[in-house]
């Protein structure tokens, strides 16, 4: 008989004849390249080597004792033949113990797992952009009522989002002529949801939220701009080092963009004509707020960029009307 086998050595698929004995069957465990370079190497023929490395192996059903519970059970034992040498197998647990050693095999990984998903959801929302006075803020405790239909578009535009498949997935414009309405907020509550709903694997996690303030982002590119004192305590951030944490991140987030007040526009639209182009070129989404209209954001960013926002956002606009929530409720 002939069969298939991976050989031991390089892990190449190879033919080989399987001959019964009277103590079970024998197979070759390397092919014959590896046989001839072992051969060259030891200064044997092919043929020793062959006879050195062939197993005979033997299969039996025998009574076997549980090393859990210490009960008997009939079991499948294997010996393995190698010249003058043999080793046994046998099962270690009857049916019920290794059941049961599996399920809690698999309890513990699985609790391993999701300790370990938490830890990288915890370090991202440190990491990701967005202020620790409003890390909190969620989908749950939105609280202004007036906002229902935002809320609900800001919810499924969160629960349709997948970090495998951002790839082509509309971006979200978020509008309000006032201040107050929960702009940020919800936007907040999008990048929460993305992070808590996460359940990729720990080992090649990598941040797909980055939340900047669209005057704040400006502000930082400017201070790229500054020569580095040799006094300064924390290093002096290049101009590249900002665009990297920006670059084909899966969700980009600009709060306020519109509220920047540039010693020259010429400056912000290049900017954000950069930061807009490389998402269109990832195919990647970027939510905005901004208490512009898309049309009138042309002095910021320029006609270019936000003609390709409308392409971005697909018609996707969230008007958010009515009074500050805050003015209102009397809350900070």
């Not at 951030?237 to 944490?245: H, P």
Request: charged share 30%; aromatic share 8%.
């Amino acid at each position: 008989m002939v069969e298939n086998r991976d050989c031991d050595e390089c892990g190449e698929s190879f033919e080989t004849e399987v001959v019964g004995t009277s103590t079970g069957e024998i197979r070759a465990r390397l092919c014959p390249k590896c046989r001839i370079k072992r051969a060259e190497a030891n200064k044997l023929l092919p043929a020793q080597v062959a006879k050195q490395e062939s197993v005979a192996k033997q299969e039996s059903v025998e009574e076997c004792q549980c090393e859990s519970c210490g009960d008997t059970f009939p079991g499948e034992v294997t010996i393995y033949h190698r010249g003058r040498h043999s080793r046994e197998v046998r099962p270690r647990l009857c049916s019920v113990c290794r059941q049961r050693e599996e399920e809690a095999t698999e309890a513990r990984e699985s609790e391993e797992l999701a300790r370990a998903r938490e830890e990288v959801r915890e370090r991202w929302r440190q990491r990701c952009g967005i202020p620790p006075y409003l890390q909190a803020r969620s989908f749950a405790n939105f609280e202004d009522p007036k906002q229902g239909d935002s809320l609900r578009i800001c919810r499924q535009y969160a629960e349709g989002f997948s970090t495998d498949q951002a790839f082509g997935y509309p971006s979200l414009y978020l509008y309000s002529e006032v201040p107050g309405v929960g702009k940020t907020h919800l936007m907040v509550a999008i990048a929460t949801h993305i992070i808590d709903n996460w359940q990729g694997d720990p080992e090649y996690a990598v941040c797909p939220i980055r939340f900047e303030s669209g005057p704040g982002l400006v502000r930082r590119i400017r201070a790229t701009f500054n020569p580095a004192t040799q006094d300064q305590e924390v290093a002096h951030e290049t101009e590249e080092e900002v665009y990297a944490q920006l670059r084909g991140v899966k969700l980009l987030m600009l709060d306020d963009a519109g509220k920047e007040q540039p010693r020259s526009y010429r400056f912000t639209q290049e900017l954000y004509w950069y930061i807009v182009d490389e998402r269109v070129k990832s195919g990647l989404p970027v939510v905005i707020s901004s208490r512009l209209r898309m049309a009138d954001l042309k002095g910021v960013m320029g006609g270019d960029t936000v003609d390709r926002l409308y392409g971005m956002t697909k018609g996707q606009v969230v008007y958010m009307k009515g009074e500050s929530f805050r003015k209102r409720e009397k809350v900070a």
